[in-house]
């Protein structure tokens, strides 16, 4: 499953998944370690919270494919 998630995006980080009934679920992660501020342009390595997205992806082997996305939101350190 991790060489499946390097091919759609080197930039995610596989969790782990899960097959449950006729739906198989992927977890993954973003490797981003660092963000821009999209008010200042300041990078910042500061979290401020976490949340997952979901999506669903093409069946695999007729099983419907949903990816969960472990999201980050950065607090900018620019005080200003």
Same mark, same amino acid.
């Given at each position: 499953?991790?060489?499946i998630i390097k091919m759609l995006d080197k930039g995610l ?14 977890? /993954? ?9 999209? /008010? ?8 401020h919270s976490k949340y997952t997205r979901s999506f669903q ?24």
């Amino acid at each position: 499953m991790k060489e499946i998630i390097k091919m759609l995006d080197k930039g995610l980080k596989y969790i782990k998944h899960e097959i449950k009934e006729d739906t198989i679920y992927i977890y /993954v992660k973003s490797k981003k370690k660092k963000a821009k501020c999209p /008010v200042c342009g300041e990078e910042t390595d500061k979290v401020h919270s976490k949340y997952t997205r979901s999506f669903q992806d093409l069946p695999i082997g007729g099983k419907k494919v949903t990816i969960i996305l472990e999201m980050r939101i950065f607090k900018c350190k620019n005080k200003e």
